[in-house]
């Protein structure tokens, strides 16, 4: 039987990534109804709604467009965002123990690039157009700090495996002792999700920039693919800054839900409390504060984990 | 409230606001949200298509092109009055979800191909600014998808005495668009135009006289040889410059001379006869098809024709018939696209009665000419549309969540509700004054030294002390064309779409060319007959001052 359990964690993962995405696509929807003043409850299933209409809603193409670049870009965001969850251990159990499972996650990170602007490109026109270059202006500002503060806890764990990782924080949580690195990490979370104020590649001044042109299908798989990176983010930070599964009573599955659970509404609701940062100014904060400030964090991990080693 | 809640938790609408009509628009937007749809930002996501008073005449390709371009099911809502909105929007829900009746007309046509964007902003290929041509029968070119692009073309024709004149005027923006159409027929219609036989010559050496002239500095000159007769030689000539050959009159040399152009963009468009024509097209850059209007212009059929399009940046034509934009030197010196576009009527968060002619290089805006339709008019200053204008500067800076508060309060003041409005207003102003990243976004940025973030803040402001019975302590800023030109000239997209929000467009101007060199926007007025004498023609104006690149056509085409 438990040689089956990763294959069985593989199969939910698909289905419960996805689950936890509508769930926060209906929070943050009704969140608008409130703000609007319209209607909680039909606000909270509009995603649903909107499932079954884009579902319903003819495949539109656009002249000239770059079909297998645009639909790769399309499919691409929901299967990095799974892709990225079989790394992280729920308990004894990883759908996939990659010794490597902290770079693992970097590459996935950093095909969102390619992925965010094929969508751009694709759809054969300026404003998509403009929009996957916002994505990429805002990508070459945040990748650098994440891959620093991604490095941190890999340091501290001494491993690139991500249970390792998990497991080194059973005194301290990564979150306390390397608060700089976990708070780059959620921001960069955002930001290759396009959540919040990092959603200017989608941006109404755009007309909807990269999703401006799609319909049907392929506008609910970008849509939910961009929820599924969110759900993503929080489910990869748990192991790496919150503990794992550690936590008193419940088992340690249930421990790496809730606390991706808390981590996604923590983005989702510090995304809507803040506007959009252009992508032009945004460099001028990735690496004039943000670079130096990853490079301390790591500075002083790794003095830490030196000495800490050293001393034993 | 007529509609229960959640009636149109289905209905996905694009909203398209009659110059003058926003009163109506608000209230379109207000009965949505009541009933849980939300509002789209393009056709492609849309499912209804609701317009929001009489669009213009001139708007009414544009319309159609938007409509075409959405997928099915969708339906469409024509708005009159504020009171019947509740009513029509509904009966506009029941048709969507009549599946049967959607499914039936969905047969009856293809599956939408269609261009992207464009007709969104009268930029695109589509044919949308054609309209403005109209008079001529470009208009009718737009047609939209690819299928026909050419054929309406043919129209123009007509008489011959324009001949020469059209195609001038439309070169400028329109080229682009006939180009939209697929790549497939373009050409053929195209022949149309070349219209009788006689004139040939003359429009040729109309266009010289105008066109040529702007173009001078150039060899032009050769081009206006009218008759067939020198078609060839000239092109020699002109050989330093572009347009030498497209004077190709003569169906005989045609290609020849395209050689020399080279180097320059029009190169082969001289090809008068049918037989190369094709090639050099794309190479030639707007105006001078022009020029090659009679006999040519079959020939360029396909390829170029896109190309010809922009003015000159836009070569050849790139996926789906588009032009491709065209090198040239951005600021910084490195060579960057450069693209033709008009922004309006029918953005999201735009108004209506603006057209921005812009040229872009990458998303900065390198210069822009601006028309002002005329309108019914609005008074800015109401609580109503002072909420209106933060709610569109918070969604166009990317805050939605304060936006929809904003929205509220607007929503409730259009109602009558003072006090609940007032509330709403002092609330998402505190979110406003409060954010450090906005303030941060926004840094730099003022309209007529008044930074754009307290025209945000006095925009709400105002509202609420307004619908609280008090004295506005400030007016909303109107702006005339030319100082709407200055807002976004060498700004990116993002921040102009910003700057253009927080200002209300000038009904007493309208943006007309007369006192301005670059009348790129002649086409735009749909009278643009005389476009000879206009601008539209006027290589200097357009391509070099417009864009700025004094001899750009020529280095920078160079480099291919």
Not at chain 1, 103 to 119: E, G, P, Q, R, S
Not at chain 2, 162 to 167: C, N, P, R
Not at chain 2, 225 to 241: I, K, L, N, Q, Y
Not at chain 2, 305 to 329: I, R, T
Request: aromatic content about 4%; some cysteine.
């Amino acid at each position: 039987m438990a040689e089956y359990l990763p294959l069985i964690v593989a199969a939910l993962i698909p289905l419960a990534v996805p689950v936890l995405a509508l769930a926060a696509a209906g929070l943050d929807a009704a969140l608008t109804a409130r703000a609007r003043g319209t209607s909680v409850a039909v606000g909270a299933a509009r995603p649903l709604r909107e499932i079954t209409r884009l579902l319903r809603q003819q495949r539109r193409t656009v002249l000239g467009a770059d079909r297998l670049l645009w639909r790769i870009g399309g499919v691409g965001l929901i299967v990095a965002s799974f892709l990225a969850v079989i790394v992280v251990p729920f308990g004894d159990t990883v759908a996939a123990d990659l010794p490597i499972g902290v770079v693992w996650f970097n590459t996935i990170d950093v095909a969102l690039w390619a992925l965010w602007w094929m969508l751009g490109w694709g759809a054969n026109g300026a404003y998509a157009l403009i929009g996957g270059y916002r994505f990429l202006a805002q990508a070459l500002a945040y990748e650098l700090p994440l891959m620093f503060a991604l490095t941190a806890p890999a340091v501290a764990a001494g491993s690139l495996n991500v249970g390792e990782v998990a497991d080194a924080q059973s005194g301290l949580w990564f979150v306390v002792s390397m608060p700089i690195a976990a708070l780059v990490y959620l921001v960069s979370v955002a930001a290759f999700s396009a959540w919040g104020p990092f959603s200017p590649a989608a941006g109404r001044d755009l007309a909807g920039g990269v999703l401006g042109e799609l319909s049907g299908i392929d506008r609910l798989l970008v849509k939910a693919g961009r929820w599924c990176l969110l759900v993503a983010g929080s489910a990869f930070a748990v192991p790496m800054f919150f503990g794992g599964g550690a936590g008193p009573l419940l088992p340690e599955p249930v421990w790496v839900v809730i606390k991706t659970v808390l981590v996604l509404l923590v983005l989702v609701f510090a995304g809507r409390a803040i506007p959009a940062v252009p992508p032009q100014r945004l460099a001028e904060i990735g690496w004039v504060v943000l670079v130096p400030l990853t490079l301390l964090q790591l500075l002083i991990t790794s003095i830490v984990s030196a000495t800490g080693t050293g001393g034993m | 409230m007529a509609v229960t809640a959640g009636g149109y938790a289905d209905v996905s609408a694009l909203l398209l606001e009659a110059p003058g009509e926003t009163v109506l628009r608000i209230a379109a937007e207000a009965v949505l949200a009541a009933g849980g749809g939300v509002i789209a930002e393009t056709p492609a996501s849309a499912n209804a298509l609701v317009l929001c008073g009489e669009m213009p005449e001139r708007y009414d390709d544009l319309v159609e092109r938007l409509w075409q371009q959405m997928p099915y099911p969708k339906t469409r809502v024509e708005l009159s009055a504020v009171s019947t909105v509740s009513a029509a929007v509904d009966a506009g829900a029941r048709r969507i979800r009549d599946l049967p009746a959607q499914r039936a007309a969905a047969l009856r046509e293809p599956v939408p191909v269609v261009a992207a964007m464009p007709a969104h902003d009268m930029s695109g290929m589509s044919g949308h600014d054609m309209s403005g041509m109209s008079g001529h029968d470009m208009s009718s070119m737009s047609g939209g998808a690819d299928e026909h692009a050419g054929h309406d073309m043919s129209g123009m024709s007509g008489a011959d005495e324009h001949a020469g004149h059209d195609m001038s005027s439309m070169s400028g923006h329109d080229m682009s668009s006939m180009s939209g159409g697929a790549g497939e027929h373009a050409g053929h219609d195209m022949s149309g135009m070349s219209g009788a036989g006689e004139h040939a010559g003359h429009d040729m050496s109309s266009m010289s006289g105008h066109d040529m002239s702007g173009m001078s500095g150039h060899d032009m000159s050769s081009m206006s040889g009218g008759a067939g007769e020198h078609a060839g030689h000239d092109m020699s000539s002109m050989s330093g410059h572009d347009m030498s050959s497209m004077s190709g009159g003569a169906d005989e040399h045609a290609g020849h001379d395209m050689s020399s152009m080279s180097g320059h963009d029009m190169s082969s468009m001289s090809g008068g006869a049918d037989e190369h024509a094709g090639h050099d097209m794309s190479s030639m850059s707007g105006h001078d098809m022009s020029s090659m209007s009679g006999h040519d212009m079959s020939s360029m059929s396909g390829h170029d024709m896109s190309g010809m399009s922009g003015h000159d940046h836009m070569n050849m034509a790139g996926p789906g018939g588009y032009p491709l934009a065209m090198g040239d030197d951005d600021r910084d010196g490195l060579e960057m696209d450069v693209l033709n576009r008009t922004l309006g009527p029918f953005l999201p968060e735009w108004d209506p009665r603006l057209l921005l002619h812009v040229v872009l290089a990458g998303d900065t805006v390198r210069s822009a000419t601006v028309e002002i339709v005329a309108a019914p008019a609005v008074d800015p200053a109401a609580p109503v549309l002072r909420l209106d204008l933060a709610v569109r500067m918070l969604r166009l800076a990317g805050w939605p969540a304060v936006a929809d508060r904003a929205a509220r309060a607007r929503d409730a003041a259009a109602a009558g509700e003072s006090e609940r409005a007032r509330h709403d207003a002092v609330s998402a102003r505190r979110s406003v004054a409060r954010s450090i990243v906005l303030r941060w976004a926004l840094r730099g940025l003022a309209v007529d030294g008044i930074p754009l973030r307290d025209v945000l803040l006095g925009a709400l402001d105002d509202a609420a002390r307004m619908l609280g019975g008090e004295t506005p302590r400030t007016a909303p800023i109107v702006r005339t064309a030319a100082e709407i030109v200055e807002l976004v000239t060498g700004r990116d997209l993002g921040t102009a779409r910003l700057l253009v929000a927080a200002v209300h467009p000038d009904p007493a101007d309208t943006g007309a060319p007369e006192p301005e060199p670059m009348d790129h926007s002649a086409m735009g007025h749909g009278d643009a007959a005389p476009a000879a004498e206009h601008s539209g023609m006027d290589h200097s104006g357009m391509n070099h001052g417009g864009m700025n690149h004094g001899g750009m056509n020529h280095g920078g085409m160079n480099h291919g």
